[in-house]
């Protein structure tokens, strides 16, 4: 799927997650939404100091945004793996290009202990991958679920979000995508071909079952601090400026806002069941 097929197909549901929040937040943060604090009466705008930087920076983002969505259908495709890498290798050299800050001071002020946690989380789930384990659950959904896709899809829904919420979801929705090739494998859905990485003849039935495990990983893994990458690197910007968020103010914050948005995106994986059906 191109990221162009994504934003058709999918990014509607992901924008109805938003939306489901807005009701929500005036309630869960009842305490600090109607907060008002008043600016003072000589505050002004300060000048953009930088602004031939400013400038190349925004050209930058404008790059990346362009190749996101065309890349891949270049003569020559550039995947968004790729695009990210050249977004960043060209901020780095407009930083060094304009003297803005010194590589090295920005390597500095990276947050290393934050990346080697993730580095860590990724490995374990690595390791978890290569013990066989997947491949055996691979042949009991085919016992437990035998054809029903969408049951396949709900349960994914549930159960990777779980598993996201209390690991890194990036390496989670990886090792997840091995068990559903798996899955579709053995049932005999698609060729045996499908569990290559070349394979991309996939049914357009079967893109539900995909699209609930993207929303899981990515909703799930905002119920806790550590389930997303996101979330780690929010808190150890809060720690750096002496405020501590600890895993229990996350999740009882996380937990339901995350519940409303899976619910609604269930509701999205059964109406692209419903329209995408043979």
């Known amino acids: 799927m191109s990221f162009g097929e994504y934003l058709q197909k999918v990014s509607l549901g992901g924008l109805l997650s938003v939306l489901v929040l807005i009701p929500i937040l005036p309630w869960m943060l009842k305490d ?3 907060v008002r604090r008043s600016l003072p009466d000589n505050l002004s705008v300060p000048p953009i100091e930088r602004p031939s930087f400013c400038l190349l920076a925004l050209l930058v983002l404008v790059l990346m945004i362009v190749l996101f969505l065309v890349g891949e259908t270049l003569p020559v495709p550039v995947v968004p793996p790729s695009v ?36 860590c989380m990724y490995l374990m789930v690595e390791a978890f991958t290569r013990t066989g384990i997947l491949q055996g659950l691979s042949i009991y959904m085919t016992e437990w679920f035998s054809t029903d896709l969408l049951l396949v899809a709900m349960v994914m829904l549930a159960g990777v979000s779980v598993s996201s ?43 539900p079952v995909f699209v609930a495990m993207m929303f899981s990983g990515t909703l799930g893994g905002n119920e ?12 150890g910007i809060c720690a ?20 409303c948005q899976l619910a609604v995106s269930a509701l999205y994986v059964l109406f692209l069941f419903r329209t995408l059906a043979p």
């Open 84 to 119: 990210a890498i050249i977004g960043a290798s060209l901020a780095l050299l407009v930083v060094y290009g304009l003297k803005v800050e010194s590589v090295d001071r920005v390597l500095t002020d990276l947050d290393w202990k934050t990346l080697l946690f993730l580095t």
């Open 165 to 207: 919420s209390m690991l890194a979801n990036i390496p989670v929705v990886a090792a997840m995508l091995l068990l559903v090739k798996g899955y579709l494998v053995a049932a005999e859905l698609v060729p045996e071909l499908a569990l290559g990485k070349a394979f991309t003849d996939w049914p357009t039935s079967m893109l």
């Open 224 to 235: 806790t601090l550590i389930g997303a990458s996101a979330n780690v690197v929010g808190a």
């Open 32 to 34: 600090i939404w109607r």
């Open 240 to 259: 750096a400026h002496g405020k501590r968020v600890t895993f229990v103010t996350f999740a009882r914050y996380g937990v339901p806002l995350a519940i």
